[in-house]
Nanobody, 127 residues
Framework: QVQLVESGGGLVQDGGSLKISCAASGRTDNNYPMGWFRQAPGKERDVVAAISPSNGNTYYTNSVKGRFTISRDSAKNTLYLQMNSLQPEDTAVYYC????????????????????WGQGTSVTVSS
């Protein structure tokens, strides 16, 4: 069992930056795939970025490439999402997710592929 707690969301102006975090607990190892998803009002939950257990392989949805960076600090058991050049279209609730098992070198991008979810942190970008 893995517990996930997101933090760091808030209100930011168009073009600004924000870094959100996800603290994981419940397992002594960090060998599981993780990802960031977001859900805007009235829309489905979609992947933003994902990372393999090796931390060497990452995925970004097209709309955030070059602006967002996913990273993991294994010592702190924490997942991060650095968001730069934020746009109003990035406004959503951001969720951290973890998969119980998976390839050490692979990431996963579909919500149904993940087993554990955080409660979400809200990010609002004002124009």
């Amino acid at each position: 069992q893995v517990q996930l707690v997101e933090s760091g969301g808030g209100l930011v102006q168009d073009g600004g930056s924000l870094k959100i975090s996800c603290a994981a607990s419940g397992r002594t190892d960090n060998n599981y795939p993780m990802g960031w998803f977001r859900q805007a009002p009235g829309k489905e939950r979609d992947v933003v970025a994902a990372i393999s257990p090796s931390n060497g392989n990452t995925y970004y949805t097209n709309s955030v490439k070059g602006r967002f960076t996913i990273s993991r600090d294994s010592a702190k058991n924490t997942l991060y999402l650095q968001m730069n050049s934020l746009q109003p279209e990035d406004t959503a609730v951001y969720y951290c997710a973890a998969r119980a098992t998976g390839s050490y070198y692979y990431y996963y991008t579909a919500p149904r592929e993940y087993d554990y979810w955080g409660q979400g942190t809200s990010v609002t970008v004002s124009s």
